[in-house]
């Protein structure tokens, strides 16, 4: 009998892309769902996120954002975090957080497996960190070093926002992209449909439509466009454009020794090109340096 495992990463409190893929979930019927983290952070609705995701009593994981959110939460974080523009957003929505979000998150694992069965291990970013990415510039080397620390053959991962599936010497590793903000310049929602037939997985990637406008407007009227400042301008340029701009932006400001701030981004869009792989974009700029 053939099992479908539905996986997804990277909601990224977008309750309007969470809603248009729940709905394309509950017409494919699989047999479980999980979520490879990062349900909360970059994105104004981390509660109903979370919210939504507990109520339908799927199987989350911890990703670096909910690490982010919590340190606010608890006032873990470093002393300049509190007045920096650079982390406005992430205290609005560590602010936003209600107490059942926190202690949901709190709770979560670092790995799952499915309930299911099947030689098959989730992550967040890779097996030894949720803030280590394997993407496409992942050579073949380190994706093997990762399966052989781990007992399964198909590693499935989040974090990067972009999908991909790699077959390597010792396994497959899959990350499902992104519901909240794709980086592959598609701005449909994304996830992965797992099936196995008792012997091996296929894997179906799904794209889902959803109002990326709505969206854009609960960044206004929710307060957190205000009040992220730089973060959430950056945001919103990644939703309208599906490709990193915050990261970037940030290790520019501090490649060229500026201060990361808003009245900067005019400067950094003069240089930065987002269709450029991210390597070439780097290279440059310690290029400049020199």
Request: charged content about 30%; proline content about 6%; hydrophobic content about 40%.
């Amino acid at each position: 009998m053939t099992r479908t495992v539905a996986i997804l990463a990277d909601v990224h409190g977008n309750m309007p892309a969470l809603r248009a893929v729940c709905a394309d979930i509950e017409r494919q019927r699989p047999d479980e769902v999980m979520v490879a983290g990062d349900l909360v952070g970059r994105g104004p609705e981390g509660s109903r996120v979370v919210a939504a995701i507990a109520e339908r009593g799927w199987r989350c994981l911890r990703g670096n954002h909910e690490d982010y959110l919590l340190g606010f939460a608890r006032r873990e974080v470093p002393d300049d975090w509190w007045e920096e523009e650079e982390w406005a957003a992430s205290r609005w929505m560590a602010a936003e957080l209600e107490p059942s979000a926190v202690e949901f998150i709190d709770a979560l694992p670092a790995e799952l497996r499915p309930a299911v069965g099947g030689d098959l291990l989730v992550v967040h970013g890779s097996p030894r960190s949720n803030n280590e990415g394997l993407g496409p510039w992942t050579r073949d080397r380190e994706l093997e070093e990762h399966l052989d620390s781990i007992d399964a053959t198909l590693l499935v991962c989040g974090h990067t926002h972009r999908p991909m599936d790699r077959k390597v010497r010792n396994g497959r590793v899959v990350n499902v992209g992104a519901v909240g903000l794709p980086f592959n310049r598609d701005r449909r929602a994304q996830y992965a449909l797992f099936r196995h037939d008792g012997s091996s997985w296929s894997v179906e990637f799904r794209q889902v439509g959803y109002d990326t406008a709505e969206l854009l407007r609960i960044y206004r009227t929710s307060g957190f466009q205000e009040a992220g400042g730089l973060t959430a301008e950056l945001l919103r340029l990644e939703v309208r454009q599906a490709a990193p701009f915050l990261v970037p932006f940030l290790k520019w400001a501090r490649l060229t020794g500026r201060r990361p701030r808003a009245a900067r981004i005019g400067e950094f869009l003069d240089l930065y090109d987002p269709t450029e792989p991210m390597h070439d974009f780097f290279h440059r700029l310690r290029a400049l340096r020199r």
